[in-house]
T-cell receptor, first 113, second 113 residues
Framework: GAGVSQSPSNKVTEKGKDVELRCDPISGHTALYWYRQSLGQGLEFLIY????????KSGLPSDRFSAERTGGSVSTLTIQRTQQEDSAVYLCASRNTPGNTIYFGEGSWLTVV | ELKVEQNPLFLSMQEGKNYTIYCNYS?????LYWYRQDPGKSLESLFVLLSNGAVKQEGRLMASLDTKARLSTLHITAAVHDLSATYFC?????????????FGKGTKLSVKP
């Protein structure tokens, strides 16, 4: 597609359930990023992929969070046993290394009730 | 550890006035990004600054980079209401993550008639 595509755009889930968030980067972009933005806050780095590998997973807030990327394209961020504090917008971005501009998707708005 | 600081965090301006947003960062990097975020929306790329002394301009916004001082500025000229948004700077981190983007907390700009 023309831009970074994320799904679902909105998700309301019950506390304790697992959720999967999907990111489809711009075609050919090798670098992929996940960020989290809580209401009125800045962007918290979660994980970065270069191709299928994730050089640094230290941004993931707990072991309930995991992410994978297959085929150097689509990435999935999984949150297990969701908690209310997980409620946020999860933003995905991609870059064509060695390109410069990093493009963001529209985000997945997660609400845990 | 790379830290990015923006100031001010809140800025209320009158239309027609000029102002500057500052972005300081703590370790060496040669890529600095400015983004705009409207309420409820994702991030829109404004500028990518790649070298010391780089200056880019788009409409009423001008961004510059001083890599020796580890400082970038976003200058607003003759502000108009349409510029009201939150502006983020972000620095590419060449540390452990080999390429993730660290964001400042954002500057919430409100332009009043």
């Amino acid at each position: 597609g023309a831009g970074v595509s994320q799904s679902p755009s909105n998700k309301v889930t019950e506390k304790g359930k697992d959720v999967e968030l999907r990111c489809d980067p711009i075609s050919g972009h090798t670098a992929l990023y996940w960020y989290r933005q809580s209401l009125g806050q800045g962007l918290e780095f979660l994980i970065y992929f270069q191709g299928n590998s994730a050089p640094d997973k230290s941004g993931l807030p707990s072991d309930r969070f995991s992410a994978e990327r297959t085929g150097g394209s689509v990435s999935t961020l999984t949150i297990q046993r969701t908690q209310q504090e997980d409620s946020a917008v999860y933003l995905c971005a991609s870059r064509n290394t060695p390109g410069n501009t990093i493009y963001f998707g529209e985000g997945s708005w997660l609400t845990v009730v | 550890e790379l830290k990015v600081e923006q100031n001010p965090l809140f800025l209320s301006m009158q239309e027609g006035k000029n102002y500057t947003i500052y972005c300081n960062y703590s370790t060496t990097s040669d890529r600095l990004y400015w983004y705009r975020q409207d309420p409820g929306k994702s991030l829109e790329s404004l500028f990518v600054l790649l070298s010391n002394g780089a200056v880019k301009q788009e409409g009423r916004l001008m961004a510059s980079l001083d890599t020796k001082a580890r400082l970038s500025t976003l200058h607003i000229t003759a502000a108009v209401h349409d510029l009201s948004a939150t502006y983020f700077c972000a620095v590419l981190n060449y540390g452990g993550s080999q390429g993730n983007l660290i964001f400042g907390k954002g500057t919430k700009l409100s332009v009043k008639p």
